[in-house]
């Protein structure tokens, strides 16, 4: 059986608005994959940083104007 997603876009909203978005991701088993938070401040791991630096690229190869 297929499973039902639901649709988590804001009706009428320009998604291309440079905006804050907040992302969730869910890794198997719930591992800190990506890093921890260690009095209050992210520690990443070797995953983390390599994630941390190509979203940081995003806007290199997809310009808002």
Request: proline share 5%; net charge positive.
């Amino acid at each position: 059986m297929k499973k039902s997603s639901k649709l988590l876009r804001l009706e009428g909203w320009d998604y291309r608005t440079p905006w804050y978005y907040f992302i969730t991701i869910c890794t198997k088993d719930r591992e800190h994959y990506f890093g921890e938070i260690r009095n209050g401040k992210i520690g990443l791991t070797g995953q983390g940083c390599a994630a941390w630096y190509f979203w940081n690229q995003i806007p290199n190869h997809f310009p808002t104007e």
